[in-house]
């Protein structure tokens, strides 16, 4: 009986090992200004029994992640400095519950700038993520970008090490309840949940074992519809039991270091990343996440963060692929530009002309996109940058697109 009981462990720990990782759960909540911290102390109880229930269904992860709604509409009229202490208050009350906090964007039409300065103070003092609607199904928000471009810059001078702008993205035609941070927010009503997956490995498998593109896509299309349809098998019980409203699933396969959407890519190819073959394998994941039978939530694209990723990290100081790569891979689906070394001297107009193709390309495809953008103070072009976060990878910075030197 011992054995048997030590055949099934280890047959439970190889497949849970097997299996994408839960990257978080998020829920939304709205913010009363008269009791700002109520929504999250209870939503923190609602991610411990969702981490515990994705964790004995066999699933690792589940961090918790709260979104409020925009966070000028709780904050409309307060003296920023009492804005400032509601909003460290909430932060520390989520950060006890081992939950992260993301407050929305500063701007959500083309017209009030007026919380973008809140927001950079916010984000260089704390952990809180925030982002800026650049682009919409409308059209494009020039004056937000502009106002994104001064923010990037701010944050990179005024937080240690610059590293405070991997919590802040200017987000083009990204819908409400996306789980993944710092694109997230949502502008209806809250006690909802959406769930971020991790299935870079996923891809991995997949592409060591096939290289024909048609049987890949097969093969990773039914892996993709394996483990979503067992994940939203738990949501609906969570929904059915708690009362909050489950709203879909990002099974975008999002690397983390050595776990790496690179590496799973040049295994297909056989060739660097940013060599002929990888926007064919980019598509191909696409399609598959497209095709998988659940509710879908956020981008549900391949995601590329260059220095959240081993290999893209490698590969971005070699030079194999460029910001103009990352932007033509969103033809196929990819979400943009995530978490993108700058050289520190960047200005803040050439920072803005980046923001305008993510912008043109998302308004023309009507595809989202989100562009992280992490200037490395003092810095230049050729030398490595000087992160300090633990997820960032450092990397040789490349001279911006168009330079001569």
Known sequence: MRKLLLALTFAYLASAADRPRIRAVTAFIEVDPAKPTAGIEDAQKFLAGAKDALNKAGFDGGGGRITTQPFPRYTKGMKTDDALAMLHKMQDVASKGRTTLCIGPAMIHDDDTGSTGLLTDIIAETPINGNII?????????????????????ISTRSSHGNANSDFSAMALIKPYGPYYPSSYHLGKGRVFTIAMEGANIVADVFAKYHDP?????????????????????????????????????????????????????????????????????GIITRALLATPIKRAGTSSP???????????????????????????????????????????????????????????????????????????????????????????????????????
């Not at 199904?137 to 970008?145: K, L, S, T, V």
Request: avoid cysteine; charged fraction near 20%; glycine fraction near 8%.
């Open 303 to 405: 995601m590329l963060p260059v220095m959240e990723d081993s290999s893209l990290s490698s590969r971005w100081g070699e030079g194999t692929y460029s910001i103009t790569s990352l932007l033509a891979y969103s033809a196929v689906g990819a979400n943009g530009l995530e978490t993108v070394p700058l050289p520190g001297d960047v200005t803040e107009a050439q920072i803005a002309r980046i923001l305008w193709d993510v912008a043109t390309v998302a308004f023309k495809d009507k595809t989202p996109l989100s562009a992280r953008l992490l200037p490395s103070g003092g810095r230049h072009a050729g030398e490595k940058s000087d992160f300090t976060q633990s997820y960032l990878i450092n990397t040789t910075l490349q001279p911006l697109p168009g330079a001569t030197h």
């Open 134 to 154: 650049i682009a919409d199904e409308d059209g494009i928000h020039w004056r937000a970008i502009q106002e994104a471009a001064k923010m990037i810059k701010a």
């Open 214 to 282: 048609r049987e890949a896509e097969q093969q990773l299309t039914a892996a993709f519809s394996q483990y979503t349809k067992q994940v939203e098998a738990v949501a609906t019980t969570l929904a059915s039991s708690t009362g909050w409203t489950y709203a879909g699933i990002d099974a975008t396969p999002a690397p983390q270091r050595e776990r790496s959407i690179g590496a799973a890519i040049e295994s297909f190819t056989g060739e660097p990343f940013g060599s002929s073959g990888s926007l064919t394998a980019l």
